[in-house]
């Protein structure tokens, strides 16, 4: 057994499996719990109102109908690539790569929401500066992280583990003191739900309330996909099949129930149009949430909590995008250098690219479009995942398949409620992508 392990772990271009349970779940967390609460949060708000919690619930719903797809398939094809790999394995070459494709777009433009969203924090937050060197900033981030990414797997995951744990310590104290408030003060905030609009509901009332809250569960969703993290990185994770599953439940439970707390305490106490005018201006809009709630050091904490998780997001994103690349350069999909190991079994050119790619969405400086853009590429993204799940034999089936069913509709469904110039552009980079794909097989074969 020993022998088998040491030839797993030292084979050339083959990732060493360093991650357990703790690493894992970690990884996810530190995806999950960064953008999604301290910036699209607002985000959502912006068009659903205090519906906006429905939709927590709704994209956690679909979330956990694609998590235990991802995580069989995960089980049973642990390899570095996700539902890149699962196309290819179950539905064929055009289906891989054009998820692959879109998960490129999908959570680039996550990456860059977050590098955005923590420089809007370190100077609004704590520099109490204007937000004009925000884009500048966000692409110095985007450096840095990619920086520790090429430091290897297990640096980054100690990393990763001091970003969750202050961003868990932080969440936890702005939902107490959040629900507090409401206990002492009443939840005003929550007006809306029971019909009770203001002036500003009629951002999100315009259509009616159905159109923003189908649009802000696309929203919320993308929040939840951090657990893709720990699929992409199957080559590197300890007993998979077991670990896996595992890591995914958990890490969805922890997060959903942080964004109710979290979203129930910042709209039940200052209510919905702040959130969304908070991200307008660029704010920090929980820590100067949680500056009214008057528990002192509280704003530091959680600004120090939304800088963590953000930086956090980034990270591990540069690594999960830098093993989709990797495996794309493995089919030649992408240039074959782009899967080359260093000397500690590292993708650098992968990694180096995706850092590129990350600074180039960020300096595009706008968080709204960003994370639109992320939510219409990964639902396709998720779309193609349930359709492979779809495809497993009987006897590799961990769940019923009516989950995959059900995380298919919701995915086609809700990708096409982001508004209608970015999922025009996202079909275009999906065409383009596409046409690429269709050359290059016909130039192989001509070879």
Not at 244 to 249: K, N
């Amino acid at each position: 057994m020993e022998a088998s392990q040491a030839k797993t772990s030292t084979a050339p271009g083959v990732l060493r499996r360093e991650l357990g349970l703790t690493g894992a779940v970690a990884t996810g967390l530190g995806s999950i719990l960064g953008a999604g609460v301290f910036v699209s949060l607002g985000v959502a708000a912006g068009v659903a109102g205090p519906w906006v919690l429905l939709a927590i619930v709704l994209a956690g719903g679909l979330a956990v109908c694609n998590a235990l797809s991802s995580a069989q398939l995960a089980a049973t094809h642990p390899v570095s690539g996700g539902t890149y790999e699962y196309g290819y394995a179950y539905l064929g070459p055009t289906c891989g790569f054009g998820a692959g494709w879109m998960f490129l777009l999908a959570k680039s433009a996550s990456a860059a929401t977050a590098a955005l969203g923590c420089a809007f924090y370190l100077l609004r937050g704590f520099l109490g500066v204007e937000s004009g060197w925000a884009t500048p900033l966000a692409l110095g981030l985007c450096a840095a992280a990619t920086g520790v990414v090429l430091c290897g797997v297990r640096r980054s995951g100690w990393v990763n583990l001091a970003i969750v744990g202050l961003t868990l310590l932080s969440l936890v104290a702005f939902s107490t003191a959040g629900l507090w408030w409401v206990a002492q003060h009443g939840s005003a905030g929550l007006a809306g739900v029971q019909g009770v609009g203001s002036e500003a509901s009629e951002h999100w009332r315009g259509a009616g309330v159905a159109p923003g809250l189908f649009e802000a569960t696309a929203l919320m969703f993308v929040a939840y996909t951090g657990y893709g993290r720990i699929a992409t990185l199957g080559e590197e994770v300890r007993d998979p099949r077991r670990t896996i599953p595992r890591a995914i439940v958990i890490t969805l439970a922890v997060s959903g129930g942080l964004y109710l707390l979290v979203g129930w305490a910042a709209i039940a106490s200052v209510g919905a149009a702040r959130l969304a005018a908070g991200v307008e201006d660029g704010g920090a809009l929980l820590q100067s949430i949680s500056a009214g709630y008057g528990w002192p050091g509280l704003p530091w904490l959680v600004g120090a909590g939304a800088v963590a998780a953000t930086l956090g997001v980034l990270l591990n994103l540069i690594l999960g995008l830098s093993r989709v690349v990797l495996a794309m350069g493995r089919r030649r999909d992408l240039p074959g250098g782009l899967s080359k190991l260093d000397g500690r079994g590292e993708p650098r050119g992968a990694v180096v690219l995706v850092g590129v790619l990350v600074a180039g969405l960020a300096a595009m400086g706008s968080i709204q479009t960003a994370w639109s853009l992320s939510a219409f590429a990964v639902l396709l993204y998720y779309a193609v995942t349930n359709l492979a799940a779809l495809r497993l034999p009987p006897d590799q089936r961990l769940y019923s398949p009516w989950f995959a069913r059900a995380g298919l509709a919701g995915c086609l469904f809700l990708a096409f409620w982001v508004p209608l110039g970015v999922w025009l552009a996202g079909l275009g980079a999906l065409a383009v992508g596409l046409a690429w794909h269709a050359g290059r097989r016909a130039l192989a074969r001509r070879g």
